[in-house]
């Protein structure tokens, strides 16, 4: 389905949930991968979710969204509207008020000359976000056991993505894995509410205030390993940025190796989830160093 034909479907889809509300105007923003967002009026953010489980995470990430906001200090969003009820696809939606900014790329942070300002709110923000006090919540939400969790991954990069892969990245993907899993210290954490896919794209910035203006899209927070945040800095900036946010976070150099796995292992995921849902772009993308 093209973008105007599928931006005609979700206004319609709208004004029937909420007949009050004035549609002027609506364009896509970007085309994510769990979900299809929608700028409606230039202030709203609808997002719709594009497969049967992002309806779920979508339910999830909107109970999150309704408590985070009390615990951090940088503007998260808060859902005003919302079509949950339904499972269908198309018809199952969140909608928040736009935060300010623009998406904070690598090529913005390095023309930056002060990223320590930058540093010291992303920082705080995590630190702020992995100690909120989970049982004082009411979320339901599980923390699956992580040695499982990374054993299975790895029998389906095995079954799925090795055949595609040339023997050298087999041989590599293997021995990362087997040496990982084989060291019970790596999964001796204490779980936390992490933000699940902290990289540029969910970092909102304003360059004439140089600083963070908020942090969006929580569909892949859960209970986990605080590491895994550091590991989406890490993808999207590099060494430079975490070098600095150890001045604001203490305890992330106990992290690292785990850090540089989760690294290690997102392309193959990004790849694994195109294979899944027949997203040619994003398998694409994924398996293009493994070939």
Same mark, same amino acid.
């Given at each position: 389905?093209?973008?105007?034909?599928?931006?005609?479907?979700?206004?319609?889809?709208?004004?029937?949930? +909420?007949?009050?509300?004035?549609?002027?105007?609506?364009?896509?923003?970007?085309?994510?991968?769990?979900? %299809?967002?929608?700028?409606?009026?230039?202030?709203?953010?609808?997002?719709?979710?594009?497969?049967?489980?992002?309806?779920?995470?979508?339910?999830?990430?909107?109970?999150?969204?309704?408590?985070?906001?009390? +615990?951090?200090?940088?503007?998260?969003?808060?859902?005003?509207?919302?079509?949950?009820?339904?499972?269908?696809?198309?018809?199952?939606?969140?909608?928040?008020?736009?935060?300010?900014?623009?998406?904070?790329?690598?090529? !913005?942070?390095?023309?930056?000359?002060?990223?320590?300002?930058?540093?010291?709110?992303?920082?705080?923000?995590?630190?702020?976000?992995?100690?909120?006090?989970?049982?004082?919540?009411?979320?339901?939400?599980?923390?699956?056991?992580?040695?499982?969790?990374?054993?299975?991954?790895? !029998?389906?990069?095995?079954?799925?993505?090795?055949?595609?892969?040339?023997?050298?990245?087999?041989?590599?993907?293997?021995?990362?894995?087997?040496?990982?899993?084989?060291?019970?210290?790596?999964?001796?954490?204490?779980?936390?509410?992490?933000?699940? %896919?902290?990289?540029?794209?969910?970092?909102? +910035?304003?360059?004439?205030?140089?600083? !963070?203006?908020?942090?969006?899209?929580?569909?892949?927070?859960?209970?986990?390993?605080?590491?895994?945040?550091?590991?989406?800095?890490?993808?999207?900036?590099?060494?430079?940025?975490?070098?600095?946010?150890?001045?604001?976070?203490?305890?992330?150099?106990?992290?690292?190796?785990?850090?540089?796995?989760?690294?290690?292992?997102?392309?193959?995921?990004?790849?694994?989830?195109?294979?899944?849902?027949?997203?040619?772009?994003?398998?694409?993308?994924?398996?293009?160093?493994?070939?």
């Amino acid at each position: 389905m093209e973008r105007k034909e599928k931006a005609h479907t979700y206004i319609k889809r709208i004004r029937e949930v +909420y007949p009050e509300l004035e549609v002027y105007s609506a364009e896509f923003n970007h085309i994510g991968q769990n979900n %299809d967002v929608l700028i409606v009026n230039n202030e709203i953010v609808f997002r719709f979710a594009k497969y049967q489980d992002g309806v779920e995470r979508l339910e999830k990430e909107t109970k999150i969204l309704n408590m985070v906001g009390q +615990y951090v200090s940088l503007p998260t969003p808060k859902p005003i509207y919302q079509q949950l009820q339904t499972k269908t696809i198309g018809k199952a939606f969140i909608g928040y008020k736009m935060i300010e900014g623009k998406p904070l790329w690598k090529s !913005v942070l390095n023309n930056n000359d002060q990223p320590s300002i930058l540093a010291k709110q992303l920082a705080t923000f995590l630190r702020e976000l992995h100690a909120i006090p989970i049982e004082n919540v009411s979320l339901n939400l599980t923390h699956e056991d992580p040695h499982k969790e990374f054993t299975n991954l790895y !029998v389906n990069f095995k079954e799925k993505l090795f055949p595609f892969m040339r023997q050298g990245a087999r041989h590599n993907v293997s021995k990362r894995f087997e040496s990982y899993l084989g060291n019970a210290t790596h999964f001796e954490f204490k779980p936390c509410l992490i933000h699940g %896919d902290f990289g540029p794209s969910n970092i909102l +910035y304003s360059i004439s205030d140089n600083k !963070v203006t908020g942090i969006i899209d929580f569909g892949g927070s859960c209970l986990g390993d605080p590491a895994f945040d550091f590991a989406g800095i890490l993808s999207g900036y590099g060494e430079c940025l975490l070098e600095k946010l150890l001045n604001y976070y203490p305890g992330i150099e106990r992290v690292i190796e785990r850090m540089r796995f989760y690294k290690s292992t997102f392309a193959l995921q990004e790849a694994l989830f195109g294979l899944d849902n027949n997203d040619q772009e994003a398998f694409q993308n994924g398996i293009k160093d493994y070939l």
